[in-house]
């Protein structure tokens, strides 16, 4: 008997985060995340579960982000009731994310259900999401867990968000430990909460992410970041109108906020009010509130932190319209980070109008999603079915990230060395990954010790290195679908062409169509039944402006 080590998810792909891990005395999982992306990835979470999950003896979970523990729910609606193992403040994150979850898994499903006529079943629900939260199991980090015979556990800082672990694994194989490092995601020096990325070294198999693997950021320390912030905030607040800050609940928003506070303490800003507008990020604050004292950043202590009086952190909805009335001098951060969803549409709704209004951008923006229409520079946006003039100014900062670059995740992986097995390079695109297995080979690591694992792939492993490999054809997912299919072609074009229309007069409007449908004729599709010179009603803008 050896070890078995499967990779039911991020492999290929930057979501869905599972290994499972077979030993001689049973089995476990790593991580339990949701495919999050494209359709065609998205997909993955509705197949069945490729192993019995009544199986598993238990879980040990890296950190709170959905790609790495958004299934886990899906797991307890499938009948099991194993202990997840994760941090303190991952378990007071979960709290809070996999209800929240749960209730974008209900409501897409109610959705689904109105399209068409049969009634479509979550992927899970809030029963779930609630059984998961029972069985949380909470571990120190450094120091060691036994969560079942035969495997012992240690949890390392990971530097990416609050709570978030490298997991160091040892799995006995007869009288010999197979040891393993499971990297989670990790941060990038300088954060603003938490040291940089630890952990022990010599390992007989390392499990890589390589998000960022091949790219590097311009390197920026937390006082060079602060004073880029700094220098948006005043611009901003200087044009007279309020500053729009779409962040994500989880980090981007505590930092900012962290960030902010501190810039207001120092005098180096002056804003009137700063609202983190998102139920939330609100309670997501409240657990950094609580985990303060696990801080490096001992500058201000737990009744300090985020307790500036200009901070308004809103949770009633009534709260979060009145800030539309509010015409100059307020910083206004609120949820989703890409604008698709949540509360921030409507201050885009009430900002994106003004001239004196500025929205800045501090995260990645899909294809496809109103925060990438709106930072590549479109005249208008479609917002709660309206169209609405972009007149604000809008700005960037691409200084703020949860994941080490490249440089950084080689310093990762040549702190961890010597890896005696195989090093395993997960959680990233395959150009990504194959960046960080070109600059590893050119340190003298054996190629045939690099591995790039596709999904439900599994090995056998002994201590000395991988005795087997097998490669099930269950879920094959298409690589280049992966970064795009055609969902993403097909929103990206439907968006310029509207773009385009919209940009037209009346009569160009009507030519432009009559000169498409010639050419979709020409391709065979049909023509439109009421090929009439109808009038077209004016777009609705004037409701809107000021
Ligand atoms: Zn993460």
Redesign the pocket.
């Known amino acids: 008997m050896t070890v078995t080590l499967h990779f039911h998810g991020a492999a290929g792909t930057v979501t869905g985060s599972c290994y499972r891990v077979e030993h001689p005395g049973g089995q476990f999982l790593v991580d339990c995340g949701l495919f999050q992306g494209n359709r065609s990835v998205r997909a993955l979470n509705l197949k069945p579960t490729p192993f019995d999950p009544k199986a598993i003896d238990f879980l040990l979970l890296t ?1 709170a ?1 959905i ?2 523990v958004g299934l886990l729910p899906k797991l307890y609606a499938e009948g099991w009731r194993g202990p997840a193992w994760m941090t303190e403040p991952t378990s007071g994150l979960l709290e809070y994310m996999l209800p929240d979850s749960a209730g974008i898994q209900e409501s897409e499903a109610e959705r689904a259900g109105r399209r068409g006529d049969e009634p479509v079943k979550p992927l899970y629900g809030m029963a779930d999401a609630e059984e998961a939260l029972r069985h949380r199991q909470t571990c120190a980090y450094e120091q060691w867990i036994e969560p079942a015979p035969g495997v012992r556990a240690r949890y390392w800082n990971a530097g ?2 609050i709570g ?1 672990a490298s997991i160091e694994v040892e799995v006995m194989d007869g009288d010999k430990p197979v040891r393993l490092m499971f990297s ?2 990790i941060g990038p020096d300088e954060k603003v909460f938490y040291g940089n990325p630890e952990g022990a070294a010599g390992f007989d198999y390392i499990l890589c992410e390589s998000t960022y693997g091949g790219r590097e950021r311009d390197d920026y320390t937390l006082l060079q970041r602060r004073e880029a912030l700094r220098v948006e905030i005043n611009t901003a607040l200087a044009r007279g109108g309020n500053l729009v800050i779409p962040t994500f609940a989880v980090e981007r928003s505590q930092e900012l906020l962290h960030d902010i506070g501190f810039l207001i303490k120092s005098g180096a800003i002056n804003p009137q009010l700063v609202f983190l507008d998102s139920p939330l990020a609100s309670k997501v604050t409240g657990v950094y509130r609580k985990y303060a004292r696990m801080f490096e950043d001992v500058e201000l202590g737990a009744d300090e932190l985020f307790n500036d009086p200009r901070f308004r952190i809103i949770e009633s909805v009534a709260d979060s319209q009145a800030i539309n009335a509010i015409r100059g001098g307020a910083i206004i951060m609120s949820a989703s980070g890409m604008c698709d969803a949540g509360r921030i549409k409507h201050h885009l709704r009430a900002n994106l109008i003004r001239r004196d209004a500025t929205v800045l951008f501090v995260g990645y923006q899909a294809p496809g999603t109103l925060g990438h229409v709106i930072l590549t520079g479109a005249k208008q946006a479609r917002i709660h079915g309206r169209l609405v003039p972009i007149r604000a100014t809008i700005r960037a900062l691409g200084n703020y990230s ?2 080490a670059d490249h440089s950084e995740l080689m310093a990762w992986i040549k702190a961890r060395l010597p890896a005696h097995g195989a090093i395993f390079l997960t959680h990233g695109e395959d150009e990504e990954r194959m960046a960080l297995r070109d600059a590893l080979m050119a340190t003298g690591i054996a190629a045939d010790q690099l591995v790039l694992p596709q999904l439900d792939d599994y090995f056998e492993l002994t201590a000395i290195g991988i005795a087997g490999k097998a490669q099930p054809a269950t879920r094959r997912i298409d690589p280049h679908q992966v970064h795009t299919d055609w969902h993403n072609e097909f929103s990206d074009f439907t968006i310029r062409l509207s773009q385009q229309l919209q940009a037209l007069g009346d009569e160009e409007k009507l030519a432009m169509m009559q000169a498409l449908q010639q050419q979709l004729s020409a391709l065979g599709a049909p023509s439109s039944p009421g090929h009439r010179r109808t009038p077209i009603t004016p777009v609705e803008t004037q409701s809107l402006d000021e």
């Open positions: 950190h982000h790609d790495h990416h968000i978030s989670g995601d949860a994941h």
